[in-house]
């Protein structure tokens, strides 16, 4: 998930620097997005591991 949000992130940047304003915003909501579903599930994940020892 976090590699995801990483591609959507450089796609975001390469279509900044070339000029399209509509796109970037799009991958950068879209890498915003799943940075905190990743996060969330981490934090999910770290808790359930804690509570099975």
């Known amino acids: ?3 995801y949000a990483a591609v959507f992130f450089v796609i975001a940047l390469v279509a900044a620097v070339l ?3 509509g796109i ?3 991958a950068a909501g ?3 997005i799943l940075f905190f579903v ?3 599930g981490f934090i ?3 808790v359930v591991g804690l ?3």
């Open 19 to 21: 000029g399209f304003g």
């Open 1 to 3: 998930m976090l590699y």
């Open 30 to 32: 879209i890498a915003k």
């Open 51 to 53: 509570l099975k020892r």
């Open 24 to 26: 970037a915003a799009g």
């Open 44 to 46: 999910v994940s770290l």
């Open 38 to 40: 990743f996060l969330v």
